[in-house]
């Protein structure tokens, strides 16, 4: 029992993870913060594929905001583009803005920790960019 709650008091107290498989619906657009900070942002489309009721096989489509820091910033940069499938490990951040006309939004994006392409170029084997990783 003992051992129990000393495992249960380094357990975290709960946990935000995302891993997506998915092409790039847009290329990475890459800005600076004011204190110089490199952000890349993009979003990646997933599909899974599904039955309906009458039996129909269709694929359900989801769109996702990637979120991109420091120096695995620059290198999906440099590296990635539209249509290129990519795995991506990270967490989902909610945000709300207020935009010009006063109307309060919200959003989700994904803010990548760990990026694998999948297809680096045409028929090219996966790269892994782990060594540029942010941590």
């Not at 357990?11 to 998915?22: A, F, H, T």
């Given at each position: 029992m003992a051992a129990m709650v000393q495992e249960m008091e380094t357990?975290?107290?709960?946990?935000?993870?995302?891993?997506?498989?998915?092409h790039l619906g847009r290329s990475p657009e890459m800005r600076y913060t004011p204190d110089g900070k490199p952000v890349t942002s993009f979003s990646i489309v997933t599909t899974y594929p599904t039955t309906s009721s009458n039996g129909t096989y269709h694929d359900e489509v989801d769109w996702f905001n990637v979120i991109v820091w420091g120096?695995?910033?620059?290198?999906?940069?440099?590296?990635?583009?539209?249509?290129?499938?990519?795995?991506?490990?990270?967490?989902?951040k909610t945000r709300q803005w207020t935009d010009t006309d006063n109307v309060l939004h919200s959003g989700a994006e994904v803010v990548a920790q760990r990026l694998i392409p999948l297809q680096h170029e045409q028929f090219d084997e996966p790269r892994n960019l782990d060594q540029v990783r942010d941590k």
């Open positions: 357990m975290p107290q709960g946990l935000n993870k995302v891993m997506l498989i998915g120096a695995l910033a620059e290198t999906c940069k440099e590296t990635l583009h539209t249509g290129q499938r990519v795995f991506i490990e990270g967490r989902m």
